[in-house]
């Protein structure tokens, strides 16, 4: 059984660009969420994607966007990046239901906005 | 919106000692709640989860945690620290199908 893949791991890009983080699901499982953990933060809640439509989403702004594509697999897009996008991303898998099961975490993209 | 509360951003206890993190929920339905362990460089690992069953929750390392309903607390605790067991750990609690984290304590093993 494979775990969850991110990539990259670590970019730096500059205010005003735009970047895509990429991830990979655990086997078997249907449901994506992508958290932002600042430093010395907890994480944060994004969005979720269930079978390739947004199911929820947190206070993040329309410039955060993802996909999920039918192998499982997710995107998040960041437009127009700001310095405080500096963070570390975590993708998250799991199946359907995730309020009384548990989640499974990449190792994260860590984002470094100059 | 649910929420928890993590007391002390940081703790640090010598090898062999009680470990005790603390954990306070805001809730006011019996909620489903969870601590995960952060490793450094790492994603977020799950240690035990509370679904309204047994309130002592028992999870992988040694580590258990009690439900108390009538403190609204979920501490996590270890009866004997390990060196091991330095990490960053998050309490968090469900909501509609996603997962609330609070900010987290650094846990520091002492020689």
């Known amino acids: 059984e494979t775990g969850v893949t991110q990539s990259p791991t670590h970019l730096i890009k500059t205010r005003g660009q735009q970047v895509t983080l990429r991830c990979s699901s655990q086997?078997?499982?249907?449901?994506v969420s992508w958290y932002q953990q600042a430093l010395g933060q907890g994480p944060q809640f994004i969005f979720q994607?269930?079978?390739?439509?947004?199911?929820g989403r947190g206070n993040f702004p329309p410039r955060f966007s993802g996909l999920q594509f039918p192998n499982y697999s997710s995107e998040l897009n960041v437009n127009a990046l700001e310095l405080d996008d500096s963070a570390l991303y975590l993708c998250?898998?799991?199946?359907?239901?995730?309020?009384?099961?548990?989640?499974?975490f990449g190792e994260g993209s860590r984002l470094t906005v100059l | 919106a649910q929420s928890v509360t993590q007391l002390g951003s940081h703790v640090s206890v010598s090898e062999g000692a009680l470990v005790l993190l603390r954990c306070n929920y805001s809730?006011?339905?019996?909620?489903?709640l969870f601590w995960y362990v952060q490793y450094p460089n790492q994603g977020l690992q799950l240690l035990l989860k509370?679904?309204?069953?047994?309130?002592l929750v028992k999870g992988i390392n040694g580590f258990e945690a009690e439900f108390k309903k009538s403190e609204t607390s979920f501490h996590l605790t270890k009866p004997s620290a390990h060196m091991s067991d330095a990490a960053e750990y998050f309490c968090?609690?469900?909501?509609?199908?996603?997962?609330?984290f609070g900010k987290g304590t650094r846990l520091h093993i002492l020689p």
């Open positions: 994607y269930y079978r390739e439509e947004e199911n």
């Open positions: 968090a609690v469900s909501e509609h199908d996603k997962i609330i």
């Open positions: 809730s006011s339905v019996p909620p489903y």
């Open positions: 509370y679904t309204s069953a047994a309130t």
């Open positions: 086997s078997g499982h249907n449901t």
């Open positions: 998250a898998s799991s199946l359907v239901g995730v309020r009384t099961g548990e989640l499974f």
